[in-house]
T-cell receptor, first 113, second 112 residues
Framework: AQSVTQPDIHITVSEGASLELRCNYS??????LFWYVQSPGQGLQLLLK??????LVQGIKGFEAEFKRSQSSFNLRKPSVHWSDAAEYFCAAPNSGNTPLVFGKGTRLSVIA | DAGVTQSPTHLIKTRGQQVTLRCSPK?????VSWYQQALGQGPQFIFQ???????QRGNFPDRFSGHQFPNYSSELNVNALLLGDSALYLC???????????FGPGTRLLVL
């Protein structure tokens, strides 16, 4: 069965600084991988997804993620963080096919001035 | 284009009661999945509906049941509520079971 690990529970960055959120998955020859963002009290918004092809994926809000098969990783990056990026970020991968999704426990991002 | 909608937004119930949550998928989507998100945790898959049938189910007891209607909307029913059922319940829809899922805002259930 698939498992998704987000090693960092909470990260604090300064506004304007770069960001990298880590994600590791356990299973899948060519996995489908997703990053979602959740603002307080809200549902999940899809940031980006990887199915195949170019290992560097561009998403919304200036986010990108890089799939590294050798490291079983799909880390999320942003070159310059804005205060509005403060939220909970979830990495997800399917157990089989494209659903159901298995989520990591999330990384809470705080942004300071 | 309306996204995934859920109702109600918040709900308070007492132990032993029953609750029904509702979800309308994004336009053009025919598959609905339900997830439970406990406080401080990632969402956990409950079940998925496609063509009015339950197609996949996660590790949840039979107290959790659902339904999909011909217009693709869906209901999640939970019987004999326990305190541990308190959570944010998320609905996600997609263009078929194998496609990317888009989430609604969720229904926050509090069981007292």
């Amino acid at each position: 069965a698939q498992s998704v690990t987000q090693p960092d529970i909470h990260i604090t960055v300064s506004e304007g600084a770069s960001l990298e959120l880590r994600c590791n998955y356990s299973y899948g020859a060519t996995p489908y991988l997703f990053w979602y963002v959740q603002s307080p009290g809200q549902g999940l918004q899809l940031l980006l997804k990887y199915f195949s092809g170019d290992t560097l994926v561009q998403g919304i809000k200036g986010f990108e993620a890089e799939f590294k098969r050798s490291q079983s990783s799909f880390n999320l990056r942003k070159p310059s963080v804005h205060w509005s990026d403060a939220a909970e970020y979830f990495c997800a991968a399917p157990n089989s096919g494209n659903t159901p999704l298995v989520f990591g426990k999330g990384t809470r991002l705080s942004v300071i001035a | 284009d309306a996204g995934v909608t859920q109702s109600p937004t918040h709900l308070i119930k007492t132990r032993g009661q029953q609750v029904t949550l509702r979800c309308s998928p994004k336009s053009g989507h025919d598959t609905v999945s339900w997830y439970q998100q406990a406080l401080g945790q990632g969402p956990q898959f409950i079940f998925q509906y496609y063509e009015e049938e339950e197609r996949q189910r996660g590790n949840f007891p039979d107290r959790f049941s659902g339904h999909q209607f011909p217009n693709y909307s869906s209901e999640l029913n939970v019987n004999a509520l326990l305190l541990g059922d308190s959570a944010l319940y998320l609905c996600a829809s997609g263009r078929g079971p194998q496609e990317t899922q888009y989430f609604g805002p969720g229904t926050r259930l509090l069981v007292l």
